[in-house]
């Protein structure tokens, strides 16, 4: 296997990964950002009150797109998987 194909499997890879944890990840900084200016505006300084709704925002997200991110994850893997016999060439 040359580099430029190991390359090629590391690129896909990251591209899957961001695709997977994108739509979390972007959530919880948004729900955290928007906290976060409530907390300035008010002045209300509690710790609970920056955790819990990023929390409930990313288990909601998990609970709700959790089956096409395993579905994206087990079609990559599975894709790598069909190549092993076409490295060995």
Same mark, same amino acid.
């Given at each position: ?6 390359? &090629? ?6 591209w899957?990964?961001?695709? $997977?944890? &994108? @739509?979390?990840?972007?959530? #919880?900084?948004? $729900?955290?950002?928007?906290?976060? $200016? !409530?907390?300035? #505006? #008010?002045?209300?300084q ?6 819990? @709704? ?5 288990? !909601?997200?998990?609970? =709700?797109?959790? @089956? ?5 994850? #087990? ?12 490295? =060995? &060439?």
């Amino acid at each position: 296997m040359g580099a430029d194909r190991a390359l &090629g499997f590391l690129n896909e890879m990251l591209w899957a990964s961001l695709l $997977v944890a &994108g @739509p979390v990840l972007i959530a #919880t900084l948004l $729900v955290g950002i928007l906290i976060s $200016v !409530f907390q300035v #505006t #008010t002045q209300l300084q509690e710790i609970t009150l920056s955790y819990v @709704p990023k929390i409930l925002v990313a288990a !909601f997200l998990l609970i =709700a797109i959790g @089956p096409w991110m395993m579905g994206r994850v #087990t079609q990559f893997a599975s894709s790598l998987y069909l190549l092993i016999p076409t490295l =060995a &060439g």
